[in-house]
């Protein structure tokens, strides 16, 4: 296979799967790992890509980056709803669960539907929407409407978590770097994310795979603020060792 139709294969994948790895790129071209680094580095000296540990992320990634949720929605589907699975497998009835925004959390929402005794804790509009139909307790933290996510945000909404006390939260984020943490492109969205771990008993980190290496504008809190994480088996490797060392507990789905 010639460089240019390699490349031009690899920005195909990256526009379809949101993130490529060195290690997957090498084995599916039948290459090695220094030719597919040659290719990246080639690509973003043309403002093609961004390179980031281990692969890369497509151009347009920035730190202040904020794609709406149903754009979000189209991005890593499967492995949402295999996230999600796991998740709701973590829940047991009578608990009171704490929901933040985001598709994976969404997921998560449809999930419990199937619970009968729950306390559902959230800041999502779409969420409430979504089990408004269901036997669950729904408590809505309020707040000023954030249209890219629908979620609820500033004092109003830190203010009810602060009276709140929630036995498990699911927290989905935009970027998670093994060194500096969890962030999201938004400073409210990340103060009421930080409220929101405050208040619950465990911490529960929902991301797919794409999200690592990746570092947006607001920080929410160190990894060691995360007592779980659940993920797909697209981690890259360094990035997972990293987390098991730091004494996180990890399912992969």
Request: with cysteine.
């Amino acid at each position: 296979m010639l460089n240019e139709e390699r490349r031009r294969h690899i920005l195909e994948i990256l526009n379809r799967d949101g993130r490529v790895l060195v290690v997957d790129l090498a084995k599916q071209f039948r290459t090695s790992q220094v030719t597919i680094r040659k290719d990246l580095d080639a690509l973003q000296a043309n403002g093609r890509i961004h390179r980031s540990h281990g692969g890369a992320l497509p151009a347009q990634e920035s730190a202040l980056e904020d794609p709406t949720l149903r754009e979000k929605e189209k991005l890593h589907r499967k492995e949402k709803l295999k996230i999600a699975a796991a998740a709701v497998r973590m829940v047991q009835e009578g608990q009171v669960v704490i929901l933040d925004s985001g598709t994976t959390t969404t997921a998560i929402a449809r999930a419990l539907r199937n619970f009968e005794n729950l306390t559902i804790i959230t800041n999502a509009v779409n969420i409430a929407a979504e089990l408004s139909g269901s036997s669950l307790e729904l408590i809505l933290t309020g707040g000023t409407l954030r249209k890219n996510s629908f979620s609820l945000v500033g004092p109003i909404a830190e203010e009810t978590l602060r009276r709140l006390n929630g036995d498990i939260l699911f927290l989905g984020v935009d970027g998670f770097d093994v060194q500096h943490g969890l962030t999201t492109p938004n400073l409210l969205e990340a103060k009421v994310n930080r409220a929101m771990m405050d208040v619950a008993r465990v911490v529960v980190a929902v991301c797919d795979s794409s999200k690592f290496g990746r570092r947006t504008l607001s920080s929410i809190a160190p990894p060691s603020g995360v007592h779980h994480l659940i993920t797909d088996h697209g981690i890259p490797k360094p990035d997972l060792a990293a987390l098991k060392k730091a004494g996180i507990q990890i399912t992969l789905v």
